[in-house]
């Protein structure tokens, strides 16, 4: 017989009650176990030293980065295959927010190589890429077009070439853009203008052709645009912003503040107008358009060195705060507008030079510049004492009813004009006997002196004989011949140089002996100098200094110019990077770090103080001394890091877009 089977047991009510709770929790454990696996697989693989995770996409694309660039001076080692570190300042140049990179700032670090696009493009939320002043080659990545977020992009002074792509314009956030002083080629893309943001574009000093993009000009946003030294020909398009002719001048220009979590936002109509403009050395061709005179907030235009034709419009007086007006070297003809004279105040720099003007120079410009400012114009007058304007036209021929008037009015009376002209034609008489004399009296004088000189010349020439006879006997007694080489010196022969009749002392001063000696090396502009004094010492100094930066002899000539002149011009230009030695560069870098960028840019300011055309204006050599040793690394001075590359290069208008990242 089977044993009974028990009845299962029963479990209590309040367990029973429980089951669906637990259920839910077991649930929720399967659920959220595969995340936190992968989170804790990737915490151990790519935490930062902070605890910060910096995003697979990020480690991988900076590594591509680093794969591609070539680093002599090491400074990428910093960035280690395990990714520890990555976002909490270890690795150099490199910010993050919340795990991802939006920044990479490797500016003056010698960088070589290429540009990676796949690692690039895997960066998407990078804000700023900065990797200006080093040697980076090849291609502009078109993977920034996968990056929404870029707002400032430098990459001045490197060796990238080829096309722009039009890949750029897809970054709508963009506020600055500088890829000046490169190899960059083809046409400039019109798309490079889509962002509403965009401030600052700089792309001089390539190799672009073809016209330039109506947008860009046609850009609301736009406060810097610098197109020169490239090969860009056809007209200047008149569509610039804030015209009538503009497509965007009534579009409304959106600000958001980068750093700001508040959702405040400011529309700004028309408030935005060019600053800086210059498409100088090209190759342009036209008139100068007319919505450029409507660019009231213009401070800076240079047209210089294109094949512009025309006349100058009158409307450019209108610009009241214009302060450096060049239209040098084009073809405008016809006369400099009067109303310029009302800029004199404001303007520091102006040239016309080198056009086809005529015509009188507005009086105040031509006392405030000079003739350099005008010089080229072969009809152009009264701009210096050698071009005197002529005088004004005499009036209109008295009509046969009317008669000539004196003064007051009175009539002159036919015998009255015959005497005049009697007296007229007796002056001119008196005047050609006068002269006649005159030339009687200078020809008996000149043949007086030149029957006296024959005389001298005789004696001399008898007394040289008499010499000779008596030189030639002596030596014939010591057993030499008289046609001999003693013979003839001691006779007085040609066989050196001419003895020259001194009648001044023999005593020289050290001024004499200065002037001899600048003399002696000929023609220079450092060897010419009549009077020796603290300035001019004062000026050899900073051309020594400059000699120093630039890695350039003083004799050397560039376009023309000295080495003062030719740095002086480089720094009026705002390229005061490229006026560096290389080497001197990478060595500051590698020394110093950051810091090398101010010292170099103080030292050439002091040196251009040095070397000022104005003697006045140079400092004293204590006060030199006394800013080298401020100058000079150490505890005792030294300059603080720099922003963004040098001052000079970058304008207020970019300096406050890269102030807003």
Not at 11 to 24: D, G, V, Y
Not at 170 to 185: E, G, K, M, Y
């Amino acid at each position: 017989m089977p044993p009974a089977r028990r009845p299962p047991p029963r479990l209590p009510n309040h367990s029973i009650a429980a089951a669906p709770t637990l259920l839910l929790l077991l649930l929720l454990l399967l659920l959220l176990s595969p995340p936190a696996a992968t989170a804790a697989q990737h915490h151990r693989h790519h935490t930062t030293g902070d605890g910060v995770v910096i995003s697979q996409a990020d480690y991988q694309g900076l590594q591509a980065i680093k794969h591609d660039l070539s680093d002599p001076y090491g400074f990428l080692r910093s960035w280690n295959d395990s990714g520890l570190a990555a976002c909490s300042g270890a690795w150099a140049g490199i910010k993050c927010v919340l795990g991802s990179v939006v920044a990479i700032t490797l500016p003056w670090r010698g960088l070589g190589g290429t540009l990676s696009a796949r690692g690039l493009g895997q960066l998407v939320r990078l804000r700023r890429l900065s990797l200006h002043d080093n040697a980076i080659a090849g291609p502009v990545p078109p993977s920034l077009g996968f990056l929404p977020d870029l707002r400032g992009l430098y990459l001045f002074n490197n060796r990238f070439s080829g096309a722009l792509p039009a890949s750029i314009g897809a970054c709508v956030a963009l506020q600055a853009f500088d890829a000046s002083n490169n190899r960059l080629t083809g046409a400039i893309p019109a798309a490079v203008a889509n962002s509403t943001r965009l401030i600052r574009l700089n792309l001089s000093r390539n190799e672009f052709s073809d016209v330039i993009p109506v947008e860009v000009v046609a850009s609301a946003s736009l406060m810097f645009l610098d197109l020169s030294y490239n090969n860009l020909s056809g007209p200047i398009p008149d569509a610039f912003a804030g015209s009538d002719k503009s497509p965007s001048s009534t579009s409304k220009l959106i600000l958001e503040d980068d750093d700001s979590s508040s959702n405040d936002k400011e529309a700004i109509t028309g408030s935005y107008h060019l600053v800086f403009l210059s498409l100088a050395h090209n190759s342009l061709d036209g008139p100068i358009p007319e919505s450029l005179t409507k660019l009231i907030k213009l401070q800076q235009l240079d047209l210089a060195g294109n094949m512009l034709n025309g006349t100058i419009p009158a409307q450019l007086a209108a610009l009241s705060d214009l302060k450096a007006l060049d239209l040098s070297g084009n073809t405008l003809a016809g006369e400099i507008p009067p109303g310029l004279d009302n800029l004199t105040a404001t303007l520091q720099s102006f040239n016309v030079s080198y056009n086809n003007l005529s015509g009188a120079a507005p009086s105040s410009l031509a006392r405030k510049f000079g003739e350099p400012a005008f010089t080229g114009n072969v009809l152009l007058c009264g701009y210096s004492a050698s071009t005197p304007c002529p005088a004004s036209p005499s009036p209109a021929p008295a009509s046969p009813a009317e008669e000539p008037r004196g003064r007051g009015g009175r009539k002159f009376s036919r015998k009255a004009l015959v005497l005049i002209v009697a007296g007229i034609v007796v002056g001119v008489l008196v005047l050609l006997l006068l002269c006649c004399l005159l030339l009687c009296f200078l020809s008996r004088n000149k043949r007086s002196s030149s029957t006296t000189a024959a005389g001298t010349r005789s004696g001399k020439q008898a007394a040289k004989e008499a010499g000779g006879a008596g030189a030639g006997a002596a030596a014939a007694g010591r057993g030499e011949k008289p046609g001999s080489g003693a013979a003839e010196v001691e006779s007085g022969g040609d066989v050196g140089g001419k003895l020259v009749h001194f009648d001044g002392p023999l005593a020289f001063t050290a001024d004499d002996l200065l002037c001899a000696t600048a003399e002696i090396m000929g023609k220079s502009t450092y060897g010419t100098l009549k009077k020796a004094s603290a300035k001019t010492d004062v000026y050899s100094l900073g051309v020594i200094i400059l000699e120093l930066l630039t890695g350039k002899s003083p004799a050397d000539s560039t376009n023309g110019m000295d080495l003062p002149q030719w740095v002086a011009s480089i720094v009026k230009e705002e390229w005061t990077s490229e006026v560096f030695d290389l080497e001197l560069m990478r060595d500051a870098a590698a020394a110093a770090g950051t810091t090398a960028g101010d010292e170099l840019m103080d030292t050439l300011k002091l040196a251009l103080h040095c070397v000022d055309p104005a003697p006045a204006v140079r400092p004293e050599a204590r006060e030199v001394l006394r800013q080298l040793e401020q100058i000079r690394p150490g505890p005792e001075g030294g300059a603080g890091p720099s922003e963004e590359g040098g001052a000079a290069h970058v304008p207020a208008a970019s300096a406050s877009a890269e102030d807003d990242e």
